[in-house]
T-cell receptor, first 112, second 111 residues
Framework: DSGVTQTPKHLITATGQRVTLRCSPRSGDLSVYWYQQSLDQGLQFLIQYYNGEERAKGNILERFSAQQFPDLHSELNLSSLELGDSALYFC???????????FGQGTRLTVV | QQPVQSPQAVILREGEDAVINCSSSKALYSVHWYRQKHGEAPVFLMILLKGGEQKGHDKISASFNEKKQQSSLYLTASQLSYSGTYFCGTGVSGSARQLTFGSGTQLTVLP
């Protein structure tokens, strides 16, 4: 158990819908990272937050957004979902960067 | 740009050694190694920073050649538990936080 909690574990939704993925980092970790893992794209960095502020941005679509709240949990919002958004979404946390990052178990999103 | 990992897959017998390479076309600041078992989350192995020394723990070690912009992961006397997909994540100078992961090396250790 990495100490990073992601909910839900599985999510099935229809195209055009909007979903929210939630991540609770390890106690004391200020950095939260979001990654998308799909068969054809591999593990892709989406975005990082540090203590509530956006710190780095990767290949995140405009339809996607994230935020980190004062209690340090983070949410990834995915809207206008397309079939190609089906993937495993991981959240990871770390004390700082670049340091060891701990991954949650992921949320498997299936868009039908 | 995504770092290139080689080989893409390797099959070993228990006790054999393996080397996984990770090369980047950009100047690297850091290299992070992770192992992911099927259906599970990636697990951190080690991080190598520019100017740092070779790292290692137990029978897994790694090196970082800054001039060649590449890193190698060494698995010695492999165990069944080493099976999984190994990813290198590279942080380039100026954006070390934004890791770009390679496509992975699938390692299978047979009894």
């Amino acid at each position: 158990d990495s100490g990073v909690t992601q909910t839900p574990k599985h999510l099935i939704t229809a195209t055009g819908q909007r979903v929210t993925l939630r991540c609770s980092p390890r106690s004391g970790d200020l950095s939260v990272y979001w990654y998308q893992q799909s068969l054809d794209q591999g593990l892709q960095f989406l975005i990082q937050y540090y203590n509530g502020e956006e710190r780095a941005k990767g290949n995140i679509l405009e339809r996607f957004s994230a935020q980190q709240f004062p209690d340090l949990h983070s949410e990834l919002n995915l809207s206008s979902l397309e079939l190609g958004d089906s993937a495993l979404y991981f959240c990871a946390s770390s004390e700082g960067d670049p340091t060891e990052a701990f991954f949650g178990q992921g949320t498997r999103l299936t868009v039908v | 740009q995504q770092p290139v990992q080689s080989p893409q897959a390797v099959i070993l017998r228990e006790g054999e050694d393996a080397v996984i390479n990770c090369s980047s076309s950009k100047a690297l600041y850091s290299v992070h190694w992770y192992r992911q078992k099927h259906g599970e989350a990636p697990v951190f192995l080690m991080i190598l920073l520019k100017g740092g020394e070779q790292k290692g723990h137990d029978k897994i070690s790694a090196s970082f050649n800054e001039k060649k912009q590449q890193s190698s992961l060494y698995l010695t006397a492999s165990q069944l538990s080493y099976s999984g997909t190994y990813f290198c994540g590279t942080g380039v100078s100026g954006s070390a936080r934004q890791l770009t992961f390679g496509s992975g090396t699938q390692l299978t250790v047979l009894p």
